[in-house]
């Protein structure tokens, strides 16, 4: 599956982006953002099955409803939207898909394929 990530930027505290990954290739189940600031490990932020809707946060982006992951079928691309952005949330953010018939999580050894990235920085 090709995944190209976009939408990245520079925004102050408190602002908004929104991500975009448009799919390409293969069939698959489940598309989840994932997150790697410098020095850390990549960590998840959420992810959402295709077919059903359903999703998955991380606890660090769930309250207030800050980030919502969302998709649009008919284009094959899942959004991130994300809300109240905090300088914590500065990180290159990539997109993933898991292999088909996997539901939505967390577990980075269930993603197949990745997007090559785009960065956020939040200034405070």
């Known amino acids: 599956v090709q995944l190209q990530a976009s939408g990245g930027g520079l925004v102050q505290g408190g602002g908004s982006l929104r991500l975009s990954c448009p799919a390409s290739?293969?069939?698959?189940?489940?598309m989840g953002w994932f997150r790697q600031a410098p020095g850390k490990e990549r960590e998840f932020v959420a992810a959402i099955s295709l077919r059903t809707g359903s999703t998955r946060y991380a606890d660090s982006v769930k309250g207030q409803g800050r980030f919502t992951i969302s998709r649009d079928n008919a284009k094959n691309t899942v959004y991130l939207q994300m809300n109240s952005l905090e300088p914590e949330d500065t990180a290159v953010y990539y997109c993933?898909?898991?292999?088909?018939?996997?539901?939505?999580?967390?577990?980075?050894?269930?993603?197949?394929?990745w997007g090559q990235g785009t960065q956020v920085t939040v200034s405070s």
């Open positions: 290739g293969r069939t698959f189940s489940s």
């Open positions: 993933a898909v898991t292999r088909a018939g996997y539901p939505p999580t967390s577990r980075r050894e269930f993603y197949a394929d």
